[in-house]
């Protein structure tokens, strides 16, 4: 038996439902531009999980290391698109979307410090940093008998941090001795005064002492002295710290999404504060704990994200 045909009228029902689903589905997304500074994975990492968690949105995503017009390229393309929201990964890709909006609420993320977009009145996002309790606490774990704590910093950068740090430290019964350098010529002085009852050095994202120039140096100076460093990152461990919090960027993309997620239902940006990561991962060189001779726990050499030998 075959099927009757079905007519005209129920077909042109069926093509206007179908239409009007189209249209429905396509209203219902989210327009949602992406800035990137570059497709390196851990970036492309984090924009794949924010992706993941807004099965709506229509996104279009950028990379800065692939533009040579940039300020305009944004420009124009924010004019297209009208998107409602800009995911901007990395400083320079922040940078841009400041400039080229003032209205668009902007999250980002992969920049180490907020000061630059913190007086911005549109932007919000996940810094790649942990707080310095969060510092201590793991500091705690893995170096239970050290209390006594070195940090090299630039005054007109991290003043107020160090200052942060010391009462921080303070309650947590640690003692800070802040050693300050204004210029790359003071690092050798400033590295000589480790050897005065420091047991650890922290450090912390800082121009002057903590860059790939002064990075061997500083490396050395923890060896020689056999005070471990706790490094910014995994390169700063896989090159001689002890060890380092790290990130789960996987994680840090759907925190991002959760903000994006709040602003386009319409909560007002000032509710939705600059955070930090919330899932904590760490890395350890084992070869540095073996050399010093440091009982780190076994818990944490299983747990830890990545052992360098």
Not at 9 to 25: D, E, R, V, Y
Not at 60 to 76: A, G, P, Q, T
Not at 101 to 126: A, C, D, R, W
Request: with cysteine; proline share 6%.
């Amino acid at each position: 038996m075959f099927n009757k045909p079905l007519p005209l009228c129920c077909i042109l029902s069926l093509i206007l439902l179908s239409a009007w689903g189209m249209n429905s589905a396509e209203a219902n997304s989210t327009k949602i531009l992406i800035v990137s500074n570059t497709k390196a994975n851990a970036y492309q990492q984090v924009i794949d999980s924010f992706k993941a968690k807004l099965p709506n949105g229509d996104f279009k995503v950028h990379y800065l290391s692939e533009i040579d017009n940039k300020m305009e390229f944004i420009d124009s393309e924010i004019n297209a698109t009208k998107p409602q929201l800009i995911f901007s990964l990395g400083v320079a890709s922040t940078k841009i979307a400041m400039r080229a909006t003032k209205k668009l609420p902007i999250v980002t993320t992969m920049v180490v410090k907020s000061h630059f977009f913190q007086q911005s009145s549109n932007v919000t996002g996940v810094i790649l940093a942990y707080p310095l309790g969060t510092q201590f606490k793991w500091l705690k774990k893995f170096l239970p008998k050290f209390n006594n704590i070195a940090i090299l910093y630039n005054p007109e950068e991290n003043q107020s941090n160090v200052s942060d740090a010391k009462r921080i430290a303070k309650k947590m019964e640690l003692n800070i001795t802040a050693i300050p350098v204004d210029s790359p010529k003071q690092l050798p002085y400033a590295l000589n005064q480790l050897e005065k009852n420091i047991q650890v050095l922290l450090a912390i994202p800082d121009r002057i002492t903590m860059s790939p120039k002064t990075a061997q140096a500083i490396l050395l100076a923890s060896f020689r002295n056999r005070i471990p460093m706790i490094g910014l990152t995994d390169n700063w461990v896989k090159a001689g710290a002890l060890y380092a919090l790290s990130w789960n960027y996987a994680d840090i993309g759907k925190q991002c999404a959760n903000q994006a997620i709040a602003l386009i239902k319409g909560k007002s940006i000032k509710y939705v504060p600059i955070a930090f990561p919330e899932e904590i991962d760490y890395v350890i060189n084992k070869t540095i704990m073996e050399r010093m001779r440091l009982p780190l726990s076994e818990s944490l050499l299983t747990n830890a994200k990545r052992v360098f030998e």
